[in-house]
């Protein structure tokens, strides 16, 4: 189970249920923190999505110059009775815990006990052509191996134990779904292969291993294994939805079932800590990280966008690692910048729902936006003009020739009779900004009540406008 691209299951729609006095809780801000109006974005950007998903809550930690910056949490952790959401809870990380399983095997490497070339045969034979499939395989879903969780519930026969054993008796002895490393299919049985390796080859239990060699190291005091017990009266409760309805508690999976692909549960300053090993590299050598990062290709040589437990793809117009977690009752978002050092996230308590990577997106976009002081005056000037255009007007001092050619007498009736009706927008953000053709692009996302818009401007070395188109996003 995974909630992002990677997610094959059905995704939940979006809600419009209020959520009423949403707690909000912050760290003490370091020097090189947050400014007080980009976490009043921060704070706008929570309080919209959880309003318009109905997601309980969201617990927040936004890593910045490699510190831990900023620390929130909003909404209410349980509902019966009310318990608001409060930094120090633990949410349930899901398969971002797969990150976590792929250093392990990578330290291991760095001990020469194994390769990520080394066939899975060498360590746990009679599997599905075992003999084929190596680790580096496992670790990037591209192996073949057919996966036991792609749905986004957990089905009645997983609310039973099993053992990491049970479950490559019944998924990995089946034929593959392909030929390994010629194509890219998510699959959670790859991970639970990885963890009987690890246990085998380090001689101690994933979790024991994980505490000696990361956790203690980076001071992750908080981290649960919520594969052998629930999350405690103290933290979140995980709940689930049906269709528009209202919020249920959502059931626990058996023991065994999340064994090295999602049994991590953790306070958001946690896992940032962990985040902030990746941008400083600190647990293991340079040609680990290595390959840990970067993006596996098939034999065909087509990329994958994905590393060993991670997307890799680019976000905001950086390198992004990132991952997205779900397991029943939760999910979670974590995006790391290494080149910015820069990382987001996203914790929070129901399953099958979009808002720990909305909010972690836009909060990205967000801090990489601020960083141009004239972004706002830019985003005002956008918004002013889309106001203008909503009237069949504009102000053209501010275009050039050509954008005033391109805003004929037809092009306004047209604007204004599409964009009129919407009324005023909700949000006008800027989330992109590059440089093209000697111009400055600068991409806009408008959201409505009931549709989202994207804008984009070209702007001349002498501020004026080139473009001003408006579409669907």
């Known amino acids: 189970m995974q909630f992002s691209r990677t997610c094959r299951g059905v995704v939940a729609s979006l809600f419009t249920i209020a959520l009423a006095g949403p707690a909000v809780f912050c760290a003490a801000q370091t020097p090189s923190g947050l ?122 026969f997983m609310q039973h134990d099993i053992s990491a054993d049970q479950i490559l008796e019944r998924w990995a002895r089946k034929p593959l779904d392909f030929d390994p490393g010629t194509k890219w299919q998510y699959s959670n049985t790859n991970y639970v292969i990885a963890g009987v390796i690890i246990e085998k080859v380090s001689g101690a239990r994933l979790l024991q291993f994980l505490q000696q060699r990361v956790f203690s190291p980076l001071g992750m005091k908080s981290v649960a294994n919520i594969d052998q017990e629930k999350l405690g009266d103290t933290d979140a409760t995980g709940y689930k939805r049906y269709a528009l309805g209202p919020l249920r508690v959502a059931p626990k999976e058996g023991k065994g079932w999340l064994f090295a692909m999602g049994e991590l549960a953790m306070p958001a300053a946690d896992l940032a800590r962990w985040d902030v090993s990746i941008i400083e590299q600190k647990l293991l050598k340079p040609g680990s990280y290595e390959e840990f990062e970067t993006e596996v290709r098939l034999k065909n040589g087509l990329g994958t966008q994905y590393g060993l437990g991670v997307d890799v793809s680019s976000q905001s117009d950086r390198r992004a690692l990132a991952h997205g977690g779900e397991v029943s009752g939760f999910t979670a978002e974590n995006i790391v910048f290494p080149d910015d050092r820069t990382a987001v996230v996203v914790l929070t308590n129901q399953d099958a729902a979009q808002a720990s990577g909305e909010i972690a997106r836009r909060i990205a976009a967000l801090l990489f936006t601020t960083q141009e002081t004239a972004t706002v005056g830019k985003t005002e000037q956008a918004r002013k003009i889309f106001e203008g255009l909503q009237q069949a007007t504009i102000d053209r001092s501010l275009f050039t020739d050509n954008a005033n050619s391109y805003f004929d007498e037809q092009a306004l009736k047209d604007f204004a009779e599409g964009l009129a009706p919407l009324g005023a927008p909700q949000e006008f953000v800027q989330t992109r900004r590059v440089l093209r053709g000697g111009m400055i692009l600068r991409v806009y996302h408008v959201k409505f009540p009931k549709q989202a818009l994207r804008v984009w401007t070209y702007e001349m070395s002498n501020g004026k406008l080139e473009q001003y188109l408006v579409s669907t996003e």
């Open 35 to 156: 400014s007080p109006e980009t976490r009043a974005r921060v704070d706008q950007i929570a309080h919209q999505v959880l309003a318009s998903t109905g997601v309980p809550s969201a617990s927040i930690a936004i890593v910045k110059n490699a510190q831990v910056v900023y620390l929130q949490a909003y909404g209410d952790a349980k509902l019966e009775p009310r318990i608001p959401a409060k930094p120090e809870m633990h949410y349930s990380i899901g398969s971002i815990s797969k990150q976590f399983t792929a250093t392990a095997i990578l330290m291991l490497a760095e001990q020469g006990k194994l390769s990520l070339d080394d066939p899975v045969a060498r360590f746990v034979p009679n599997l599905t052509r075992a003999n084929e499939v190596t680790i580096r395989e496992l670790l990037s879903h591209t192996s073949g191996y057919q996966d036991y969780w792609p749905q986004d519930y957990a089905p009645p």
